[in-house]
């Protein structure tokens, strides 16, 4: 079975940066598009970044554009988030999801999913 671990989440000031993890486990990561999402409460949850299996195709959400870096090391089987000029509307839990038909911003196009980890950004 597939499984997702999101690390690298913490407390920042507005400003500072983050890179979250996300480490895939269970299957061959290669096979898989990744993508972040974050959701805040009361909020819907949001699409941040994905990327293809092969890595050479990337595309972001309006509000993290020219932010916020998505990566991947299949050596690892990992996927980044570089989170730069973080800002107090960055804070929520941050989810990384895997499919490996699909490469959107749907959620629902997204098979595995993490368990979240919280990034919260100080004024």
């Known amino acids: 079975q597939v499984q997702l671990v999101e690390s690298g989440g913490g407390l920042v000031q507005a400003g500072d940066s983050l890179r979250l993890s996300c480490t895939v486990s269970?299957?061959?990561?290669?096979?898989?598009?990744v993508a972040w999402f974050r959701q805040s409460p009361a909020e819907e949850r949001e699409f941040v970044a994905a990327?293809?299996?092969?890595?050479?195709?990337?595309y972001y959400g309006g509000s993290v554009k020219g932010r916020f870096t998505i990566s991947r090391d299949d050596a690892k089987s990992t996927a980044y988030l570089q989170m730069n000029d973080l800002s107090p509307g960055d804070t929520a839990v941050y989810y990384c999801?895997?499919?490996?038909?699909?490469?959107?911003?749907?959620?629902?196009?997204?098979?595995?999913w993490g368990q979240g980890t919280q990034v919260t950004v100080s004024s």
């Open positions: 269970g299957d061959t990561f290669s096979r898989y598009n």
């Open positions: 999801a895997t499919s490996s038909r699909h490469y959107s911003s749907y959620s629902d196009n997204y098979t595995y």
């Open positions: 990327i293809n299996y092969s890595g050479d195709s990337t």
